[in-house]
């Protein structure tokens, strides 16, 4: 039988795509549900949520048939698995798991490793593409056309869809971008315009969180103490660790936000992003204190109470804790002027399901009100 493992950016292109191979063993590695699971507190499009969530539904669905880690059959045929890897099994030289596609990458090598027949990695990355190739694992490149969505929505760590050889100039003039803001907040001490030695066909090679991030790091060097410019610093490396810069930029963010919140300790939604980011880098003790300071100052916070809930349910696996602030969450909802209100509370009935099934299967019990489960027939 053919062994298909599915990228997270595929899943995402089109959620079908998981019925799309009727005659094979279809892999869904671990760390995608991790990547997936994230949409939930990124501040990405909404529709790319909703696919996410559509993911997610679907793989819960599937569930019910069986044991996903075991393996369960699909309506058209074939199989499915959620593969975990294996920090036992030894990786060939170069291949490592520092981040979310090496460990993607890692999943589909041990499976080939283990005897899975013709294994192919669907993924619509060219960097995956890439380094597949370089260790045997044969790829297969879908097309985000063929799943009739924006090209915008493909890939949640990737927010543009750029030609290699653009982005890999964008990524290298980026590696400057700090060094550049120190040299000419240099110039602007001997008299210059700091922001006109910055060439425009220099700027026009960078996105605009890069941009963003650069002014107002100029900024910060002539005002260190401007709040705006920490705001727009610590906003830049928020988008930027989401489209894919990891830990380091996540920190940064952290480091920005705080400072701009030792003058404004009161604004929800800064403090609301620095706890999101305190949990991407694994603090998650910090992250409920940031969000729980976050509801102390407007607990009407719609994004800080949900992301509480989310910071107890897959940072502490506290399903009792989650559920109630998830219910906090669906009250809240009902008179939020949120133009998307009305997918929150689906997502959030949706989560208070599963935390219900999964505190089951842990042999725990979490009672909830069924008034706030998802509504029969809803979508």
């Known amino acids: 039988m053919r062994t298909v493992v599915l990228d997270t950016n595929v899943l995402l292109s089109d959620p079908n795509v998981l019925f799309d191979y009727p005659d094979a063993d279809v892999i869904v590695p671990d760390t995608v549900l991790g990547e997936i699971d994230k949409l939930k507190i990124s501040r990405v499009d909404p529709d790319l949520r909703f696919r996410g969530r559509e993911v ?12 996903l880690v075991e393996g369960v059959s699909l309506p058209e045929g074939g199989t499915l698995r959620v593969v975990p890897l294996d920090p036992n099994v030894s990786l060939p030289e170069g291949m ?11 999943s589909a090598y041990q499976a080939s490793m283990a005897g899975c027949e013709d294994l192919t990695l669907v993924t619509n990355d060219l960097n995956m593409l890439l380094k597949a190739q370089t260790y045997g694992i044969d790829v297969e490149r879908r097309s985000e056309v063929d799943a009739g969505i924006s090209k915008r929505t493909v890939r949640w760590l990737q927010r543009y869809k750029t030609p290699m050889t653009i982005l890999a100039i964008a990524l290298a003039v980026f590696a400057g971008v700090l060094a550049l803001s120190v040299y000419t907040s240099r110039l602007a001490g001997f008299g210059g315009n700091a922001s006109s030695t910055v060439p425009t066909e220099f700027r026009d090679l960078l996105s605009t969180d890069q941009r963003d991030l650069l002014d107002g790091l100029m900024v910060l060097e002539r005002s260190p103490s401007d709040l ?5 610093v610590g906003d830049a490396y928020y988008s930027l660790h989401e489209d894919g810069g990891g830990a380091a930029l996540a920190q940064k963010g952290i480091t920005y936000y ?6 404004e300790p009161d604004d929800p ?10 949990f991407y880098i694994g603090v998650t003790d910090r992250a409920i204190q940031e969000a729980s300071r976050a509801i102390e100052a407007d607990p009407s916070h719609l994004k800080a109470n949900y992301n509480l809930g989310v910071f107890y349910w897959r940072g502490r696996s506290d399903y009792e804790a989650a559920a109630q602030q998830f219910v906090v969450v669906v009250d809240l909802v ?41 509504v029969e027939g809803a979508s």
Request: proline share 4%; aromatic share 4%; hydrophobic share 40%.
């Open 96 to 106: 490592g798991t520092r981040n979310a596609d090496d460990r993607i990458l890692a």
């Open 258 to 263: 705080a400072k701009y919140l030792e003058s």
């Open 228 to 232: 705006e410019a920490m705001k727009q």
């Open 334 to 374: 009902k008179d939020s002027t949120d133009p998307h209100s009305a997918l929150i509370e689906a997502d959030t009935r949706k989560n208070l399901q599963q935390i219900q099934q999964e505190a089951a299967a842990a042999g725990a019990t979490v009672d909830i009100d069924p008034a706030y489960l998802p």
């Open 269 to 278: 939604d800064v403090r609301t992003d620095m706890a999101v980011l305190y």
């Open 56 to 67: 997610s539904r679907m793989l819960f669905e599937l569930s019910e048939a069986g044991n």
